[in-house]
Structures are given as C-alpha cells and as structure tokens.
T-cell receptor, first 115, second 113 residues
Framework: DGGITQSPKYLFRKEGQNVTLSCEQNLNHDAMYWYRQDPGQGLRLIYYSQIVNDFQKGDIAEGYSVSREKKESFPLTVTSAQKNPTAFYLC??????????????FGPGTRLTVL | AQTVTQSQPEMSVQEAETVTLSCTYDTSESDYYLFWYKQPPSRQMILVIRQEAYKQQNATENRFSVNFQKAAKSFSLKISDSQLGDAAMYFCAYRSAAGKSTFGDGTTLTVKP
C-alpha cells in the first residue's frame, strides 16, 4: 500500500540532545512537508521541500533542520536550540502539480516529549 | 502573511442534524487553495474537502459541502445528516500557489446521539 510512514510513534529526549524524526513516502511525490502541532492549536509549517536537495523554511524553522537526499525521505532533526520541542509532529507530501494544488497526504505523526 | 481564523473552538450537533463550521482567512493573493481537514482522536489528518479559489462553484463531497465567499474571504463547511463518526477536530487550511500552507486553530465537533 502506498502511503507515508513516520517513526517512531513516541519519542523521548533529554534536554540538550538532538533527535531525528523519520518520514518516508512511497507515493512518488515530489513535495514533502513538516508540521508541528501543539495542544489545542492547528498545524504550523516548519520546513518544506519541492525537490531533492532543496528545501525552504516555513513559519517556525528556528531550532530545526532537515535534509532531502532522496525523493522518498525527508527527516527532521530537532536540535538543542529548539527551546520548547515537546509537540506532535506531522509529515505530509503532495505530488508536484503546478502550484502545489494537490491534496496533502499526512503521516500518522510522532509525539516528541522532552524530559 | 496569510492568516486563517476559526472562530468556533467547539461545536455540537445532534445526530442526523446539520452543522456549519466557520472559517475566514486573510490574504492578498488571488490564486490559492482552501481545504477542510478532519483529525479524529487517532490524530491522523484526513482531507474532507478542497476548493480552488478560481472556481466559483462550491465544492461538495457527499454529506460535506462548502460555502465559499471569495470577496468576504469566508470558507465555511456544512455537514449534513451528521453521524457519530463525524466527531473530530476540524481544521480549515489555506495554501498559496507557491505551496505554503496555513492552518486555523481548529473546531472540535461533538455529535450527540
């Protein structure tokens, strides 16, 4: 089945540690996104990528980094510079058709907790 | 920057009745896309309906329909014949033609049997 996988489902981290969240898709989509969701709030865009080896900052990129070495993979690293990293993280993808008009497909999410 | 406002943090509806969720947005762009997503307790985001701004006709998907008022920058979602499975958090989302998405803070919908 085609889809987006995120791992792990739950992740715990000590303060001061970097941690990497995985996002893989087998939909052959060109564009991929990372969002953060805090309780009672909507999704906020962290980074997005239109093609391999290229990505753009979203609204809350500070303290995060990404890479796009392969079309199917878009890992997100939460660095120690992120002051409040505890949140739910969602990865999404879209086929690249014109101006990003197509539907975003979402992964199941990763819940990150800083201890 | 674009903003999306959902003015109803919570809504409730009786099973089989109709409910409307509100969404307004602010943008200076003329070409964009609007979406409603559903997030059940599993937290999986599910697309409910989408609307291209250049289309005047309101989108419809089975029991779900929108009232898109471009001049007023309003994009409400109507759910007809509400079912228990419709209970979830609903998010309105704006996506620019360049691909950047902005989400509202969501409306929690409760369906009463």
């Amino acid at each position: 089945d085609g889809g987006i996988t995120q791992s792990p489902k739950y992740l715990f981290r000590k303060e001061g540690q970097n941690v990497t969240l995985s996002c893989e898709q087998n939909l052959n989509h060109d564009a991929m996104y990372w969002y953060r969701q805090d309780p009672g709030q909507g999704l906020r865009l962290i980074y997005y990528s239109q093609i391999v080896n290229d990505f753009q900052k979203g609204d809350i990129a500070e303290g995060y980094s990404v890479s796009r070495e392969k079309k199917e993979s878009f890992p997100l690293t939460v660095t120690s510079a992120q002051k409040n990293p505890t949140a739910f993280y969602l990865c999404a993808s879209t086929p690249f058709i014109g101006g990003f008009a197509d539907t975003q497909y979402f992964g199941p999410g990763t819940r990150l907790t800083v201890l | 920057a674009q903003t999306v406002t959902q003015s109803q943090p919570e809504m409730s509806v009786q099973e089989a009745e109709t409910v409307t969720l509100s969404c307004t947005y602010d943008t200076s762009e003329s070409d964009y896309y609007l979406f409603w997503y559903k997030q059940p307790p599993s937290r999986q985001m599910i697309l409910v309906i989408r609307q291209e701004a250049y289309k005047q006709q309101n989108a419809t998907e089975n029991r779900f329909s929108v009232n898109f008022q471009k001049a007023a920058k309003s994009f409400s979602l109507k759910i007809s014949d509400s079912q228990l499975g419709d209970a979830a958090m609903y998010f309105c989302a704006y996506r620019s033609a360049a691909g950047k998405s902005t989400f509202g803070d969501g409306t929690t919908l409760t369906v009463k049997p």
